[in-house]
């Protein structure tokens, strides 16, 4: 079975071997630009990893592979406009470069060039993997809605955050394991343990993520670092900030927070430190990640199996971006 740092490799080659191609180009540079950006790749790697679990030849999965990172990719072209993001992975962001409508365009055209790719695939599954492909397509906008809906609001409950980002994140990086899983063979009470074992992985990378923005350094990141703070987003740094903060200063630190004051980001890493939130989010991580191993330790895979799975979640673990 090949290991996490040669699936990567398999993924960026396929990647660069299939730009995406037409015309006219301002519609589809874009699309190659942010592919081209790089990243972790870590979506498309979970969809190899499970389908080799059964199945040796990864070239049939490739096209699947290829579907989930575009996906993944469309969603951060249209987020970054939403946010208002001038960088991801070092690089200006698609609008940036060019602009709104171009990236709103290329965005959508990136979509519909996912589900190409979704029919190139192998053809065990297909239409329960398509079907699944939509459920969690859908579920990735709702999270994005909550997560905008979040920003109009003066507070939002633990339970609230942890419902946004399994939409938002998890979600996908569940489906991942599931359609390769479903593809390679595997049954599909089989695959759902794998879907669950990727949507607790998910949880935790987003926490993480969230911690990254704040604590992160920007060299690393590849993004603003403190964007989120920045912008006022809630995250599980100011929700549990809020739940361990005196009440007599509870209003003033979500009007700071809401506000746009000049050092508005080290005051809230001092603020965070200070709170003990820094740490505590670290554990939920931490919690998560456990849930994923539990997950993987009550399918029916074997030892030698798991190996590259554990790789996985342990890297995600340590990350510093």
Known sequence: MLTLRQLQEQVEKDLLDHPIKGEPARLYEPMNYMVQLGGKRIRPVAVLMAYQLYQEDLSKAMPLARAIEWFHNFTLIHDDIMDCAPIRRGQPTVHEKWNNNIGILSGDALLIKCYEQLMRGPETQRELIINRFNEVALEVCEGQQRDMDFEERETVSREEYIQMITR?????????????????????????????????????????????????????????????????????????????????????????????????????????????????????????????????????????????????TDYLQVRQK
């Open 168 to 312: 938002k994140t998890s979600v996908l990086l569940g489906l991942a394991f599931q359609m390769g899983a479903l593809a390679g063979g595997a049954t599909r009470g089989e695959a759902q343990k794998l879907y669950d074992f990727g949507l607790h992985l998910g949880v935790s990378f987003q926490i993480q993520d969230d911690w990254l923005d704040l604590f992160g350094a920007q060299a690393k990141v590849g993004k603003q670092v403190g964007g989120d703070v920045i912008a006022g987003k809630k995250t599980l740094l100011i929700i549990d900030a809020l739940e361990h903060i005196e009440p007599a200063t509870r209003v003033e630190l979500l009007e700071k927070y809401a506000g746009n004051s000049e050092g508005k980001v080290a005051h809230f890493a001092t603020v965070f430190e200070e709170l003990g939130v820094s740490a505590r989010v670290r554990e939920a991580m931490a919690k998560h990640h456990q849930a994923a191993r539990e997950k993987l330790e009550s399918t029916s895979l074997t030892a030698a199996q798991l190996i590259p799975l554990y790789e996985l």
